[in-house]
């Protein structure tokens, strides 16, 4: 039996550094013995169907092969279809009534506790918030990530140390659960 996967790839093509041509990574997930791999836009999407694995060991096979192909390092976190899905069925803020440009999601590694966010005055922020779910950082910044002061302290190394972490916005977070639906 096959499972459709995302692996998201973080920090790959952002200012003209790391770069991974999409038709690249996608002849290299097909040489991995992947099937139906296919890449969303050019910033660190790829889907596919896998007999073989969990997503903990594809992302360090895809690493390593990244890694080997490019010269380079390339965090990555895969998952599957059904834990896409509930991160958006999980969402705590009205999405339907959102921009995309204003809702994000940050993947992690592994799960995380709120505690690791105790030292961010979450009030001192607002009106932008941030919600933890399962291995999902929700974050609402009404100007867009790039004007973020929330998104930046939620960044800092200190929070997510030990941790691979890479955000999308919502339009692609709905759009990898489409691409690994049945």
């Known amino acids: 039996m096959t499972t459709k996967y995302a692996a998201l790839l973080r920090g790959i093509n952002v200012g003209g550094s790391r770069k991974v041509p999409m038709a690249d ?3 290299l997930l097909t040489s991995l013995g992947h099937d139906a791999v296919r890449t969303h ?3 660190g999407q790829a889907v596919f169907a896998a007999a073989h694995g969990d997503e903990d060991s594809l992302a360090a096979e895809l690493a390593e092969a990244i890694g080997e192909r490019f010269g380079f390092p390339v965090d990555v976190i895969v998952r ?4 896409l899905r509930s991160v958006v069925e999980a969402c705590p803020f009205p999405a339907a009534e959102l921009e995309a440009r204003q809702l994000h999601v940050t993947y992690f590694s592994a799960p995380v506790e709120a505690d690791r ?5 979450a009030p001192a922020f607002r009106p932008e918030e941030f919600r933890l779910g399962d291995r999902a950082l929700y974050l609402y910044a009404p100007d867009g990530l790039g004007r973020s002061k929330l998104a930046e302290a939620l960044a800092r190394p200190r929070v997510n140390k030990g941790l691979v972490a890479t ?3 919502w339009n692609t977070v709905t759009k990898l659960v489409e691409l690994t639906g049945p």
């Open 25 to 27: 990574l996608r002849a």
């Open 41 to 43: 836009l050019q910033s």
């Open 80 to 83: 599957d279809h059904a834990y």
């Open 117 to 121: 966010f105790a030292a961010i005055d």
């Open 167 to 169: 955000s999308r916005n």
